[in-house]
């Protein structure tokens, strides 16, 4: 009697852990955004770093 209860008890939790998360997708995204983000900035400071930089050398010479 065992037995059965323990295959119905695994087949259960393998229906509830193969459904996709609504969640878990929205984490995903919203991570990717703000490495988006994140790359977007530091190329901006990037920018502003090497303007700045050859300002300085300008006004250096």
Same mark, same amino acid.
């Given at each position: 009697?065992?037995?059965?209860?323990?295959?119905?008890?695994?087949?259960?939790?393998?229906?509830?852990?193969?459904?996709?998360?609504?969640?878990?997708?929205?984490? %995903? !995204?919203?991570? /990717? +955004?703000?490495? *988006?983000?994140? =790359? #977007? &900035?530091? $190329?901006?400071? %990037? !920018?502003?770093? /090497? +303007?700045?930089? *050859?300002?300085? =050398? #300008? &006004?250096? $010479?």
């Amino acid at each position: 009697m065992k037995k059965p209860i323990y295959m119905l008890l695994a087949a259960g939790l393998f229906t509830f852990a193969s459904c996709d998360s609504n969640t878990e997708n929205r984490t %995903e !995204e919203a991570t /990717e +955004e703000v490495g *988006e983000d994140m =790359e #977007e &900035g530091a $190329e901006d400071m %990037e !920018e502003g770093i /090497e +303007e700045g930089a *050859e300002e300085v =050398e #300008e &006004g250096v $010479e």
